[in-house]
């Protein structure tokens, strides 16, 4: 079975720009999330989804991110403009029921 | 009220020793308790998880000792390796599927 799915696994901008990232889920799994690890702590839970709908994101930056789920399926998580406390690691997960499945990660590093 | 506090942060322990990561929470609403282990480089992985109806649950090297009315949990490594030197997530989750996670412990197994 294949895993999680993200890319790209790195990415250096400089602050103010903007940032996409992707994520496709294992096939069948209803739930997405998108978190933001920050190095040394544990990750942050920025959105999930069930299915195409948004089921919390109540600690997503609204003002400079955005994600998306179009057809259940893929995701985006865009921030736009960077700062430089968004340099993190971005990961993304898909669980079928309480397991999350995650991916490797995006590193992010805004200069 | 979300919180997951995760100690200690650091963990060095000898080949063949146990290694004991403690976490408390205060929701009562969680009702799912897993742990993760993070490699270097890797998304988190599912190690063991518990509900709160057991007291204890073992697989393998690993056992979740679990205290309800403490609100607290523990991971044990029974003799541990090497390869278990990673970073350990404790969390806890809802029935809606938002998942809480601690800080993170790096721990180290000395050959």
């Known amino acids: 079975e294949a895993g999680v799915a993200q890319s790209p696994r790195y990415k250096i901008i400089e602050k103010r720009q903007s940032v996409a990232f992707w994520c496709n889920p294992i096939s069948g799994h209803a739930t997405l999330y998108w978190y933001q690890q920050i190095l040394g702590q544990g990750p942050k839970l920025l959105i999930q989804f069930q299915n195409n709908g948004v089921v919390d994101d109540s600690q997503l930056p609204k003002d400079r991110f955005s994600a998306e789920r179009l057809k259940g399926v893929d995701s985006t998580l865009k921030i736009q403009p960077a700062k430089l406390e968004d340099s993190a690691v971005y990961l993304c997960?898909?669980?079928?029921?309480?397991?999350?499945?995650f991916g490797p990660g995006t590193r992010l590093t805004v200069l | 009220q979300q919180q997951v506090k995760q100690s200690p942060q650091s963990l060095i322990v000898q080949k063949g020793g146990i290694s004991i990561i403690n976490c408390a929470y205060e929701n009562t609403a969680f009702d799912y308790f897993p742990w993760y282990q993070q490699f270097p480089g890797k998304g988190p992985a599912l190690l063991i998880a518990?509900?709160?109806?057991?007291s204890e649950k073992k697989e393998g090297r690993f056992t979740i000792s679990f205290n309800k009315s403490a609100k607290q949990f523990s991971l044990h490594i029974m003799d541990s390796q090497p390869g278990d030197s990673a970073t350990y997530f404790c969390a806890a989750m809802t029935g809606g599927f938002k998942t809480i996670f601690g800080a993170g412990t790096r721990l180290f197994v000395k050959a």
């Open positions: 997960a898909s669980s079928l029921l309480n397991t999350q499945y």
């Open positions: 518990i509900r709160p109806d057991v």
